[in-house]
């Protein structure tokens, strides 16, 4: 019997320790925060076939990123499964005209490749390529290859990304095991063997991650950063993290890693709804982003004290505009950008 009372005792401690740690961490996360870079670079990150998927004209969207918003930054992709469409065989038309585009107004690109890249279904691989790890990854380091060979040129093109978001395996529709740390490493030091002029990219998810793994290969770590988002099976969620979360995360991966360089390469301006946008009304799109949030998200995001932000959502803005009459999203966009 007093075994029995003292084990429930220490249950109950640990319990209530357990707690109260919990509490005190929530506290560190969410203590408001005073000061905001008001010097904060703000960019956009464009796919060309999400602009597609709105039934949007890619190319007159991208025009107007450029002309009507006048960005000074963007990051765009190269789809190695738009590119590689035979094997062996590359066509990088539609890459050449979004950064030729962007070099004549001095608009500077952040240029994203590998196995995942930005959109879903996260791993754009060329069907061919699916079923064979090994020629799947000797394909992508002689795609990579002549990839950096065609753009380093360019001096509009300020950093590489090499993957996206490589270490979170669970998000995406990828074949298993289709990116590790081995092939990530073999990727970063094709490129710096290639090109030593620019940083190099790495990111991870800003919620869902611990960090190291990709701040410790990086010149420049990139965080996302989400607010809100639908999660079946509870419906909306909003994330109960003030931006003290991201100045800890980075503060602990800079003591771990010795990386001083962080920026948010994804920053939610658009709605994570409960179906493809094009299924949903507007209305319900607005329940996870509009106007206000798009307001409280840009000072949230000033106030985690990062360098730059690449906006997420700039073609749904052109859609909004274009085919719905509200442009209110591109509005506030082009006083920030």
């Known amino acids: 019997m007093f075994i029995i009372r003292w084990i429930l005792k220490f249950v109950f401690k640990l319990l209530i320790g357990a707690i109260v740690l919990v509490g005190l961490v929530w506290l560190l996360f969410n203590w408001p925060v005073q000061t905001k870079n008001e010097d904060m670079k703000f960019g956009v990150s464009f796919t060309h076939h999400h602009a597609e998927s709105l039934e949007l004209d890619w190319k007159e969207t991208y025009t107007a990123i450029l002309d009507d918003l006048q960005v000074k930054r963007m990051r765009i992709a190269a789809y190695w499964d738009r590119i590689e469409i035979e094997e062996g065989q590359y066509d990088f038309s539609d890459v050449d005209w979004q950064v030729e585009e962007a070099q004549k107004r001095e608009v500077d690109l952040v240029l994203a490749f590998g196995v995942k890249t930005p959109r ?11 079923e064979n790890k090994e020629g799947r990854e000797n394909a992508l380091l002689a795609f990579e290859k002549v990839l950096v060979e065609r753009y380093k040129n360019y001096d509009n093109i300020i950093y590489w990304q090499v993957e996206n978001e490589p270490f979170l395996p669970f998000f995406g529709e990828c074949p298993e095991g289709a990116v590790d740390e081995e092939l990530v490493d073999k990727e970063i030091a094709l490129v710096k063997g290639l090109d030593s002029t620019r940083k190099i990219i790495v990111t991870d998810s800003g919620e869902l991650s611990l960090w190291w793994q990709a701040a410790e290969r990086a010149d420049i770590f990139g965080s996302t950063l989400y607010r809100i988002i639908h999660k079946p099976p509870f419906g909306y969620v909003e994330y109960p993290l003030g931006p003290n979360f991201f100045r800890v995360k980075a503060l602990l991966a800079r003591l771990v890693t010795g990386q001083k360089n962080f920026i948010i390469s994804e920053l ?63 509005e506030i966009a082009r006083k920030v950008l």
């Open 120 to 130: 879903w279904p996260e791993c754009h691989i060329p069907e061919f390529y699916m």
């Open 268 to 330: 939610q301006a658009e709605p994570w709804p409960k179906a493809w946008i094009l299924h949903v009304s507007v209305e319900e799109q607005f329940k996870t982003m509009n106007p206000e949030r798009f307001e409280e998200i840009i000072e949230y995001t000033q106030k985690t004290n990062f360098s730059e932000a690449y906006f997420w959502g700039v073609e749904w803005w052109y859609w909004l505009k274009e085919k719905h009459n509200l442009p209110e999203m591109w």
